[in-house]
Each structure stands twice: as C-alpha cells, then as structure tokens.
C-alpha cells in the first residue's frame, strides 16, 4: 500500500548526486508540486554535499510515528529489531571462548599467516576486570615478529569488490564505495552465511562492543567520571559523532540495496542495530589499508585511499604506551614485532597511536593507565566533516564562518527525531516485506 508507493515514488523522483558522508537529500520532479525540503537542503550545505533515496521517507515518516521514537534507540542496540543486534548465524556452533581463538590461529596460519610459536593468548587482569590478550607462552626476543599477515586475510572494500556474489552489487552501487559502511554491509552478510571464508574469524569477534554510544544514560554518567573533567566535552562530540556516521552510513546505503536487491537483502536481516554492530566492529579495530577504486577516486580526488581494514588475529593484541603500531610491508603483509623481550606470562602488546582518554574511550570502550597527560585533539567530528575553531571545514575544504556548534546541535536536534522515524518506517516495511514473501509484489 502506502509504502510500496513510496518505494515506486522514490524510484520515480528526481534525484541529485551526493558527497561522501553527506545527508541525502530529496529534489522534487519538474512537475511543481511541493518544494525541496528546508531542513534537508541546509542540512546537505551544512556538510558539504547532498543525500539521495532517503528523503523520500523521511518526509513521509514524520506523519506516521511518534517522537518516543527517538528516545527507544539512544544508547540501545536491539530496541524494535526482532532479529537482534548480533547477526552471526547459529553462534552457538562456532565453540567455546577458546575454540575460537584457537580456531582463528589455526585457520589464519592454514592460509598464509605467521604467528611466533610463542605466542597464545590469555586472561589479564586490568582494572579489576579480566581481558582477553596475546600472551607469550614462550621466550619472544625484543624485535621479533609477533605476527604477519598477508593481504589475501586482510578485510576491506578490496575482499567485497572480488567476492563473486557481491563483487556484482558493489561495481553496480555506487553507495557501497565506502570504507566503513560498505564493509559494514559486507560483514553482516558474511555473517549470516555459515560457509563464508570468513567464518572462523566472525566467530572469533564480540557480540557486543563496549563503546560509550551504546550506553545507557547512567552507565555513561559513571564512565565520565573516569575521565579528567576537561574531557568530558570532547567524549561528548566524540560520541554524537561517531552515532552521526552510523546513522548517515545506513541512511545512505541500505535503502539503496533494499530497493535494487530485495531478496539479497532483506530488511529484517540488515536492520540498523545489526549495522550499527558491524560498524562498532570495524570502528574499534581496524588499520587503515590503500586501497585505488575509481568512486572512491571521483570522491576524494586520490589514486588510492586508505580504507577501514579488517585483520583477524592481529587484533587481539591490546595497547600499551610505547609498544610498537603494527606496520606495513613492501609486499602488502602486516605485521607487529616485540616492544621487548618476552617471557612466559608476558602480555603482548600494540600501539594504538597517541589519544587522549576520552578518544580511546570512545573509540575503543577502555580508559588506558598513565594517560592523563595526552591532550585531546581539538575540535569535533561530523561525519566526514571536521569542525575547529568555532567555524567549519566541510568535505571541499571550503572554510564557512558559522558558529559550528550550535549549527551541529541544531542540526542533531532535528535529523535524530528525523531518523527515528525513518527506523520505525523501515520496521513497519519489514513486516510487510515478510507478509508478501520476503519482497515486494
């Protein structure tokens, strides 16, 4: 009924070409009637680029739903997803805690990796609770290699565009050239499908990633207070920000997919709190990988461009200051040596690069020891955009003497009610998708 007309209407509407990390944004056909949005229109030049599919339903959502909408989804991954947040399928299957690290070891050496016979992994107390490591087991000399892996076990944009499934949709969707949301669509779909390559290692990954923007209001309340009080603002931004780039990600790419794959891509299936799992997983431990695609190239400018990169068992290690970053060879292999000489018992470590408290809390769900005196890089993010100095810097680089902030918290205001009701739309087309045989007629 009403949404299959909103799916034929917005296949039927005129429609602009988008930055990268910008709102869609909905242009109405030559016939006159009604004008562009007001919101989505300043929403689009505030970021520097325009927004496509979505709009359609934006517009009609806002008739149909309630605000209590967008109070549901803050700090929640599973709030009206029937399915759940955690899309691996039959989870059950893939073994104890143990099996699958060991599984992931085994699987990764059995094509191509190197991992130091000494090394295994084990439970280290910090902060009075028990976290998963790499551990020696053994001697390890200062400057051996801990692991190498080479490029045929490292996940990103690459690994889809070759896949011979969805190597077809990426080259024909120009919406999944991105580096974290098309390897967010890309891991929830591995994830459902027990015979992937990447089993072993998606079995090997948390069900549920600790980062701040999926607390709820209390939780973040205590978390805060472990942080200098200077910083409390910066994990603020740090955190509407990164639900920012969740959100506009999803908006941007799965209603294009819904529409052109329906049966690839049930709405059920890839719904927004398992998106939102997905990209929690890349946010919280990737390497950042060139990678040369000709979107990307039209998007940015660049021959190549460095995209979010998967890498399993490399990410078990935990951070320490002054350990070494895991780095690149000339061949395309990663790989990380001892920061000193290792003897049984001993944590290995990696370096997570220099971040204040609140950037490692946000980015990945945990404060580090002796970190107080690391400052906090100024200004916040927005998407793909970056503000400072109380003016912005959109993707073109152009400098617009606004007062940022409050444009941001404006603009957050309206598109978080705005996307509520877009999530709570796209339920209710779950449901009729389901009733009508998994697609529409």
Same mark, same amino acid.
């Given at each position: ?6 799916? /034929? ?11 990268? #990390?910008?709102?869609?944004?909905? /242009?109405?056909?030559?016939?006159? @009637? ?18 496509? *599919?979505?709009?359609?339903? *934006? ?10 909408? +967008? ?41 191509? /990796? ?73 891991? $929830?779909?591995?994830?459902?499908? !027990? ?12 069900? +549920?990633?600790? *980062? ?6 209390? !939780?973040? =309340? ?16 740090? $955190? ?19 529409? @052109?794959?329906?049966? $690839?891509?049930?709405? !059920? ?20 990988? @060139? ?7 039209? @998007?940015? #400018? ?46 290995? +470590? ?39 100095? #109380? ?13 940022? =902030? ?6 957050? !205001? ?8 877009? +999530?709570?739309?796209?339920?209710? /087309? ?12």
């Amino acid at each position: 009924g009403r949404i299959k007309e909103a799916w /034929a209407g917005g296949m039927a509407a005129r429609r602009r070409t988008h930055g990268t #990390g910008s709102l869609p944004i909905h /242009a109405e056909d030559s016939s006159g @009637k009604g004008k562009t949005n007001v919101l989505y229109g300043w929403a689009s030049r505030l970021v520097g680029g325009e927004l496509s *599919l979505t709009a359609l339903y *934006l517009a009609a959502m806002s008739v149909m739903v309630c605000m209590a909408a +967008y109070h549901s989804l803050y700090g929640r991954f599973d709030e009206g997803d029937e399915t759940g947040h955690y899309p691996v399928a039959d989870a059950h299957e893939c073994g104890s805690d143990t099996d699958r690290i060991f599984n992931v070891f085994e699987w990764s050496q059995r094509n191509g /990796a190197y991992i130091h016979p000494n090394v295994s992994t084990g439970l280290f107390s910090i902060d009075g609770n028990k976290v998963r490591g790499l551990m020696a087991k053994g001697d390890i000399g200062y400057g051996e290699k801990v692991f190498q892996m080479p490029p045929n076990l490292l996940l990103n944009l690459g690994m889809m565009r070759s896949d011979p499934v969805m190597g077809k949709v990426y080259n024909n969707t120009a919406a999944l050239h991105d580096g974290l949301g098309g390897l967010a669509v890309y891991l $929830m779909r591995e994830s459902m499908n !027990k015979t992937s390559f990447w089993r072993p290692y998606i079995c090997s990954l948390p069900s +549920y990633v600790p *980062l701040p923007i999926f607390f709820g209001e209390k !939780k973040l =309340q205590r978390v805060k207070q472990t942080l200098p009080e200077d910083q409390w603002k910066n994990l603020d931004n740090l $955190m509407e920000s990164r639900r920012d780039t969740i959100e506009l990600k999803y908006t941007a790419i799965m209603p294009v997919l819904f529409r @052109k794959y329906p049966d $690839m891509f049930p709405i !059920k299936d890839f719904s927004y709190p398992r998106f939102a799992w997905a990209c929690s997983i890349i946010m919280s431990r990737t390497w950042g990988r @060139k990678f040369q695609d000709s979107v990307l190239q039209n @998007k940015t #400018g660049n021959v190549t461009t460095s995209v979010q990169t998967l890498v399993p068992a490399a990410d078990m290690p935990n951070h320490l200051p002054g350990a070494f970053q895991a780095r690149t060879a000339p061949g395309g292999t990663l790989f990380l040596v001892a920061h000193q000489n290792l003897t049984k018992g001993d944590q290995v +470590y990696i370096s997570y690069g220099p971040k204040c408290n609140a950037e490692f809390l946000a980015h990945y769900g945990f404060v580090p020891f002796n970190n107080t005196q690391q400052k906090c890089k100024h200004g916040f993010g927005f998407g793909n955009a970056t503000f400072s100095g #109380g003016s912005m810097l959109v993707d073109d680089g152009r400098n617009v003497n606004i007062s940022a =902030q409050e444009h941001v918290k404006e603009w957050r !205001k309206k598109w978080r009610v705005h996307f509520a009701k877009f +999530y709570s739309m796209l339920n209710r /087309a779950s449901k009729e998708q389901a009733l009508q045989g998994g697609r529409w007629k």
